[in-house]
């Protein structure tokens, strides 16, 4: 490795990643920064080699201001926050982990689901308040209820293989149907519409796609079994914010499990909305953002800060990749490449 390179990690924030990544590249001119690329973008300036995380928008502006980068390594497997576009216009490389906690993300997902059907947030806010009467925290049992999985990749597939242990019937939906491993699995496939109408909880594992977004929205929420639950860890802006407030007000969902929630960066930095409402975009995101907290002061939502993949394995399996990504791309064969 030549240290003539050097090598920017954004938003690492623990200490012990810090150490872990000074120590695979002891010979790197290395720089890392706990913020999102587009706060630090002056000290990115004289960067070759990136690595991101979810909270940085690469979008052309800020590749524009990073006139040395060659490639960008994103520790996610989802991309959507990168311009691929603008990046390949650039002769930028993008790569990503495609595979890395699979097992990790399904059982964070039947954490949720958990925590729903057992009423284990009402009960806590109960308790904390030295509240111990059980009325109106009655549950119910997974086994035989039907599960609806959206998407049968390698997330899906750990969340079927699971709600089989629960003894759950399983539906599932996908655009590409593998029918040996529903065969092996014992899952049935359906249309995403039918399955809507079918299960006791949907549970969302699609890529966030400009044909993904809203996926969840006012005409397919509509279509949901009464008092089903809904549970999204995969990308917020799959389910319509609005629509889903509307669901859980009439009833028609019981309640939602969600890792994520859609424009969830400006709830985490409302300072943001505050630079200008000259477009209408800017007050899209102020209305989803206020439908947000509307949302996280229900008791029947149960919300956790996109932490599905935060699990010690998972993040070493995500450091590791991400090590082998810049690896091969400083060796002129890129792994892990990801294209428009």
Not at 80 to 89: G, N, P, R, S, T
Not at 156 to 178: C, E, T, Y
Not at 273 to 302: A, D, I, P
């Amino acid at each position: 490795m030549t240290p003539r390179k050097l090598i920017a990690f954004t938003e690492v924030e623990d200490s012990w990643e810090a150490d872990y990544l000074k120590k695979n590249f002891p010979e790197a001119n290395l720089l890392l920064f706990d913020r999102p690329a587009q706060d630090i973008k002056g000290k990115l300036s004289e960067v070759n080699l990136l690595s991101v995380f979810i909270k940085s928008r690469m979008d052309r502006t800020l590749l524009d201001s990073l006139p040395k980068l060659g490639f960008i390594t994103t520790r996610s497997t989802g991309y959507d926050h990168i311009d691929l576009k603008a990046a390949a216009e650039k002769n930028i490389i993008v790569s990503n982990v495609p595979v890395y906690g699979e097992n990790t993300v399904a059982e964070h997902t039947f954490a949720l689901i958990l925590s729903l059907s057992r009423n284990l947030r009402k009960a806590y806010l109960r308790t904390v308040q030295n509240n111990f009467s059980i009325k109106g925290l009655r549950g119910f049992d997974l086994k035989g209820k039907t599960l609806g999985v959206v998407g049968t990749g390698h997330i899906g597939l750990h969340v079927i293989r699971m709600g089989a242990g629960f003894g759950m019937k399983v539906i599932a939906s996908d655009v590409r149907k593998q029918t040996f491993l529903s065969e092996v699995l014992n899952f049935e496939y359906a249309p995403f519409e039918d399955l809507l109408k079918r299960s006791d909880i949907i549970t969302l594992h699609v890529p966030y796609l400009p044909g993904t977004r809203h996926l969840m929205n006012q005409k397919t929420i509509r279509l949901i079994k009464h008092g089903a639950i809904l549970i999204n860890t995969a990308r917020g802006g799959l389910v319509e914010t609005g629509a889903l407030v509307k669901a859980l007000d009439e009833g028609i969902l019981s309640g939602a499990g969600l890792d994520v929630l859609e424009e969830e960066e400006y709830l985490l930095e409302e300072k943001r909305l505050l630079e200008g409402f000259e477009t209408e975009e800017h007050w899209r995101r102020l209305q989803t953002t206020l439908k947000n907290h509307v949302l996280l002061h229900r008791e029947n939502v149960v919300y956790t800060p996109h932490m599905a993949f935060y699990s010690c394995e998972a993040v070493r399996r995500i450091l590791d990749t991400t090590i082998e990504n810049i690896r091969s791309f400083l060796a002129h064969v890129p792994a892990n490449q990801v294209r428009e």
